[in-house]
């Protein structure tokens, strides 16, 4: 089956700084990448997803690449904010599979 | 904007008993999940469920436990016979079509087992 690899598993920005987190995965069949920020207590939503026929999608400050042959998806997070501060976690999904496999999560702290 | 919605959003339960979460999908989606999460770990797939029968499950999700789509709106998890490890935050969530459509969660209920 499916599994996702992420890393880091901790990642400390000072503000305005760029975060990167990167997400490595091992089915081939997987063809829908999400991501999701949750915050303490809350409940995951999602931020970005992207589909194996684009190789980049934006929005706002938040970025998205893939790599299908390499197997790996990076989120990019620009001019960070304290409201960033969270945990990312990466996901993928078979194109005719309905079920999310999640990586382990990245602790995302912004310092002021 | 529509949302799914679980009750309870915490339940304290002993070890052995039955307990049932109850989820409640965004109205015009098809395809319903389990999610658990134990305290600090990653989100975990529990179960799916479309056209009213159980489409994947994962090895966690043993003989202990079962979904129910009762009625139109509601989607529910039985856990028989609690044990400590199902102690976790317990997340519903829904899609309009499968696995390529964007999963929206319910804010989770916390089990508890003692």
């Known amino acids: 089956g499916e599994n996702v690899e992420q890393h880091p598993s901790t990642l400390s920005v000072q503000e305005g700084d760029s975060a990167v987190i990167k997400c490595t995965y091992s089915?081939?069949?997987?063809?829908?990448f999400p991501w999701y920020k949750q915050e303490l207590g809350k409940r995951p939503q999602l931020i970005i997803d992207?589909?194996?026929?684009?190789g980049e999608k934006k929005d706002q400050r938040i970025a998205v690449t893939l790599n299908k042959t390499a197997k790996h998806f990076s989120l990019h997070i620009t001019e960070t904010q304290p409201e960033d501060s969270a945990v990312y976690f990466c996901?993928?999904?078979?194109?005719?599979?309905?079920?999310?496999?999640f990586g382990a999560g990245t602790i995302l702290r912004v310092k002021s | 904007e529509p949302e799914v919605t679980q009750t309870p959003s915490h339940q304290v339960t002993q070890m052995g008993q039955e307990v049932i979460l109850r989820c409640v999908p965004i109205?015009?989606?098809?395809?319903f999940y389990w999610y658990r999460q134990i305290l600090g770990q990653k989100v975990e797939f529990l179960v799916s469920?479309?056209?009213?029968?159980?489409?994947?499950k994962s090895e966690i999700f043993d003989d202990q436990f079962s979904v129910e789509r009762p009625d139109g709106s509601n989607f529910t998890l039985k856990i028989r016979s609690t044990k400590l490890e199902d102690s976790a935050m317990y997340f519903c969530?829904?899609?309009?079509?499968?696995?390529?459509?964007?999963?929206?969660f319910g804010q989770g209920t916390r089990l508890t087992v003692v």
């Open positions: 992207i589909r194996s026929n684009v």
């Open positions: 996901a993928a999904s078979e194109e005719y599979g309905n079920k999310l496999v």
């Open positions: 969530a829904s899609s309009e079509g499968g696995g390529r459509t964007e999963a929206f």
């Open positions: 089915d081939s069949a997987s063809n829908y």
């Open positions: 469920f479309y056209n009213n029968e159980i489409s994947e």
């Open positions: 109205s015009n989606h098809l395809y």
